[in-house]
Every structure is written in C-alpha cells, then in structure tokens.
C-alpha cells in the first residue's frame, strides 16, 4: 500500500514563530491531501484538504491565513502554522486517497508543542 | 454535512470480554471505514465495508456493514490488552471524498 511520510514527528517552538510540517507520499502520486488536527483523546477533525497545482480548500473556521497549505508536487504538501500560540499545540496528521475501497493512508503525525 | 455518530466513546473492560462499538449516521456512506490507533502515531486501517449487509472478520473482530449503508459495527471478541487504543470509524463525504470520523471510542484492555 501507499506509504506516506510526515515530518518532523514532534516540534517545539516558541510562540509567534511559525513552524513546518512535510507530509510526502513516497509511492502514491497524490493530487489530493489531507489535513487533520487532534486533540488528546479526541478524534481526527478534517483542516483542509490540499490540492496539487491549486489553492487548499479550507474548513469551516479554519484559518487560512494561519495554516498556510502547500501543494507543489504530486508527492508533496506542507502545513505552515504561523505565529504559533499555545492553543495551537495539538497533533497534527496528514492523509491521502488511495481509492475509495483501499482506503486512505496516513502519516504518522506531528506533535506540536507551543511554548 | 453527513455526521457519524460513534459509541461508546470511552470502553475499560477486563480481558476476556467481549465488546461493540457502534457508528451510526442518518447519511448514506458508500462505504465506511474502521482505523486503529496508538498514541502518537497516525490511524491504521483495520477494514473498508462497502456493501450494505457486509460482514468481514479480522481474526477477533468483526465488522458489520448496515443493510442501509448508514451504520457500521466492530465487535471484538475476547479482548486482550494489546486491543487497547482509539478505534476509528469513518466515512468518504460524497463530496471531493473527505474523510469524516466519528468521534472514537477509547478502549482500555485491563488484564
């Protein structure tokens, strides 16, 4: 199956910088991502979903200007959170489609931590 | 917006019992998934029904599909500690194929 590669696994930085996580499908062309954030003991809440070639489409109260989303190749997609605040530390996790009866495939997370 | 509803959300049991987890929704999916997880690692996928009626078996948990297609449940027979973790079902939206999860159920194996 696909394999998808997220990176870094955890990440502290202080507030009001901004920091970057890679999600990169390393066998699959993927032309749509996912993002997703969660909380402790929580499930996975869908961000945006991430096109190649176009602009993410963002959730309902999702921020946009504040988690930039990055598609530039078939097999790369980064989250930018920006001016990091405490609120922002969760776990964040990316996805992709590899058909709809296979499933999606997933990253194994990044734990971000604000200080 | 199509919703799945999951239940319990919070399970501790002893080892050697048996289990069910519920999701249910008022949408039809075309095909709902169940994913486990560790802590601080991403979802695994343990099983994709597609057939109103379905039933699969992953050694001891099986999985049942609604006639409907709008509910799904895991049932675990025997539990064991190494069960422990967050049980996952979710459902393509049949719009762009996001993938909406219910809210998990926490399981707890004691032994």
């Known amino acids: 199956g696909a394999v998808v590669s997220q990176h870094p696994s955890w990440v502290i930085c202080k507030s009001g910088t901004s920091v970057k996580i890679e999600c990169r499908s390393l066998?699959?062309?993927?032309?749509?991502m996912f993002w997703y954030r969660q909380f402790p003991k929580q499930s996975l809440m869908l961000m945006a979903t991430s096109n190649e070639g176009s602009k993410a489409t963002y959730e309902q109260g999702v921020e946009k200007d504040k988690f930039l989303i990055n598609h530039a190749s078939l097999t790369l997609s980064t989250l930018t959170v920006t001016s990091a605040h405490p609120e922002d530390s969760s776990f964040y996790i990316c996805?992709?489609?590899?058909?709809?009866?296979?499933?999606?495939?997933f990253g194994s997370g990044t734990r971000l931590t604000v200080v | 917006t199509q919703l799945l509803e999951q239940s319990p959300q919070f399970l501790s049991i002893q080892e050697g019992e048996n289990l069910t987890v519920y999701c249910n929704s008022s949408?039809?999916?075309?095909?709902l998934q169940w994913y486990r997880q560790e802590p601080g690692e991403g979802p695994v996928l343990l099983v994709t029904v597609v057939t109103g009626g379905e039933v699969k078996k992953l050694k001891r948990l099986t999985f049942q599909f609604g006639d409907a297609r709008k509910d799904s449940s895991l049932h675990i027979t025997a539990a064991q500690t190494g069960d422990t973790g967050l049980y996952l079902c979710?459902?393509?939206?049949?719009?762009?194929?996001?993938?909406?999860f219910g809210q998990g159920t926490e399981l707890s194996v004691k032994p």
């Open positions: 979710a459902g393509a939206d049949n719009q762009g194929g996001k993938l909406i």
């Open positions: 996805s992709v489609i590899i058909g709809e009866v296979m499933g999606y495939t």
């Open positions: 066998d699959f062309q993927a032309t749509t």
């Open positions: 949408s039809v999916f075309s095909s």
